[in-house]
């Protein structure tokens, strides 16, 4: 099995790579949960990636349309509490990195004592409880996937890549 280049990320979650695309080889992946992620997109252009692009490349061009969409989603969610009637609308990640959010969001300081004294009494508070802990993850999440963006975006920029064509940024 081929190794990636020191420092590869996933193309998905940005962990340490260590499976490739078998199909064009130009894809990373940490696990192959996330090489089934992003199949539902690649599978169109597996096998025609153009020749000579560099997976540090491709992964710093995913993530910029990915947060393109992030920044979508966060308007539609938006619009929703705005209009729509049921505001328990949250954005998250998704799999073992909601449950890390919501577990980093249970520790966050004042959230913490709230879900504690909530937890006492989960019969009158439950409700609240569980809408405190996924609004607190929801901005755990956005702050760890805002950070992730800024880092490839870093990224892309020290190792030189071709800035994004005008009109998409």
């Not at 910029?64 to 619009?79: A, G, P, Q, S, T």
């Not at 950070?147 to 030189?160: I, T």
Request: aromatic content about 8%; overall charge neutral; charged content about 30%.
């Amino acid at each position: 099995m081929a190794q990636p280049p020191a420092g590869t990320p996933c193309v998905m979650c940005m962990a340490p790579a260590s499976k490739q695309c078998s199909g064009c080889r130009s894809f990373w992946y940490c696990t192959r949960e996330c090489q089934r992620k992003h199949w539902v997109s690649h599978k169109e252009s597996c096998g025609k990636a153009p020749i000579g692009t560099a997976p540090e490349e491709k992964a710093a061009e995913d993530a910029e349309e990915k947060e393109r969409e992030f920044h979508r989603v966060l308007e539609i969610v938006k619009h929703h509490r705005e209009t729509g009637q049921n505001k328990n609308v949250w954005v998250q990640r998704f799999g073992e990195k909601m449950y890390e959010d919501l577990e980093d969001a249970r520790h966050l300081p004042g959230i913490k004592e709230q879900l504690d004294e909530f937890d006492s009494v989960p019969a009158t508070h439950g409700e609240k409880a569980v809408k405190m802990l996924f609004s607190a993850a929801e901005g755990v999440a956005t702050a760890k996937s805002l950070a992730y963006f800024e880092e490839m975006k870093a990224k892309k920029a020290s190792a030189g890549y071709a800035a994004s064509p005008p009109g998409v940024s």
